[in-house]
Structures are given as C-alpha cells and as structure tokens.
C-alpha cells in the first residue's frame, strides 16, 4: 500500500513539472487546488527563486494561497489582472474528449472562474484519473450551492435521476463550507453520457452556484505514468519518457 501511494505520488508530480514548463517569465497564472496542483505551485516557486522570473499567482483556494505564499509566489487577484495566461489545475476524472470532473477538494467554484478568465488550462493529474466516461466508478459531480437552497435542491436533483449527498465536515458536525461561504451537494448520476447537457440543466436549478463538471475547458492535460508523462490535447496523444 505504501509503495503502491508513493508511485501515485510520483505520477502526480511527473505530471505537474512537465505543465510548470509551460509558464514564462511576465505571466500571470492561476494556481489550483489539491495535491496534484500543489507540486506545480511548488515548482512554480523554484522557479522563480533559481531563474528569476517574475510570475503572479492567481489562487482558486485558501489552501492554494498558503501554499503560494509559503513557496514565495506574489499573489495577485482578477480585478487586477481579469486576464490569465495559463491555469494549471488538478482533476478528479478526465475523460477521451478531455472533459473533467473536479471539485472534489471543494473549490470547483473558484476553479472554474479562474479557468475561465485564462488564456490556457492545463490539466495535471496521475493515471487513475483517466476514464471512458465520466461518472464510472460511481463517481459523484459536487454541486455548490447556496445552503437556503440546499434541501430542494437535493429534491429536484432526486426528481431528475440523480442520487444526492450533502458534503459533512470530517473535521467538525455540519456540512463543508466553501471559500464562498456555500454547500456542496455530491451528486451520483452514473455513467455521464452527456456532460454538456447535464451541466447546462443542472445550471437551470435556482440556488446552483456552480458544478463540477468542466466541459470543454481543458486545452492540455498531463498524465503522469511509471514510464514518463502522458500529453493529450484535443487531437493528438503524446507519450513522454523519462
């Protein structure tokens, strides 16, 4: 079990080195949350301390503007620069056309604003994270939603199919608690023939803030395996060895 953890490890940071690559001197990037992003906020500032370069950061979480500080990333905000070079971000599930799910570590919300606003979202993830079609395993969509509509939301969302559970705190009694200051509803809706279509309903719901899934949205994502790392774009796969 340890070995089998520690080569996950690996992957994840196989992956996030190769995406850090893509950052320049001068840009602005948006700096996701998990443990897969973490490496590359890490590398990010040895970068900046080895070579220099002048990089702002754009968190999409508490936890990811302690680690920048931490790691000597000056921070910056949207309303200074509304325009983001890259985001470099992690993923709970990546399927063949690159759609993803993520929120998982609770901050899809931030996530996905700040993916917006960039010129470029790479994806870092290991290999367990790749799958046919989003949803296997019985794999949840988080849902952040306002908590005065948390309890019809979970009604309606149970009328249209899905099976919903209110995210509880490990930490303390009650529900986790967003950097928004919302809930979050997991959501299994089995295997996920159409994303595109399931986020733009869920989107109708009154109280949905916003989902976990990503359509459309990653232009590169970077899959770390024991022979190297793994590059996918829209059209084209290409292995990377060490």
């Not at 931490?70 to 599930?93: R, S």
């Not at 993520?102 to 931030?110: F, S, T, V, Y």
């Not at 009604?155 to 919903?164: L, T």
């Not at 303390?172 to 994303?195: A, E």
Request: glycine share 10%; hydrophobic share 40%.
């Amino acid at each position: 079990m340890k070995l089998e953890k520690e080569r996950i490890e690996e992957e994840k940071k196989k992956a996030a080195l190769e995406a850090v690559k893509h950052v320049k001197d001068g840009f602005v990037v948006g700096l996701g949350s998990g443990s897969t992003a973490a490496y590359a906020i890490k590398e990010i500032g040895k970068r900046i301390r080895q070579e220099e370069i002048r990089v702002l950061g754009i968190p999409t979480s508490y936890q990811a503007f302690l680690l920048a500080v931490q790691c000597g990333i000056p921070i910056t905000t949207l309303e200074e620069h509304p325009k983001v070079d890259l985001t470099i971000d992690g993923a709970d599930q990546i399927d063949r056309e690159l759609n993803l799910i993520k929120g998982m570590g609770g901050a899809l919300a931030r996530e996905k604003i700040v993916a917006f606003a960039s010129e470029k979202l790479i994806i870092v993830a290991d290999e367990s994270k790749k799958v046919e079609i989003l949803g296997e395993n019985n794999h949840p969509v988080p849902i952040e939603v306002l908590p005065f509509a948390a309890a019809i939301l979970m009604h309606k969302i149970r009328e249209y199919g899905g099976k919903p559970t209110l995210r509880e705190g490990s930490g303390k009694v009650g529900p986790v608690i967003t950097d928004n200051g919302n809930v979050i509803i997991d959501v299994d809706f089995g295997l996920i023939q159409s994303p595109a279509e399931l986020e733009n309903e869920l989107k109708r719901f009154p109280g949905v803030v916003e989902t976990g899934l990503f359509v459309g949205m990653a232009d590169i994502v970077y899959i770390g395996k024991r022979s190297g790392v793994e590059e996918l774009t829209r059209n084209r796969k290409v292995e990377k060895k060490n």
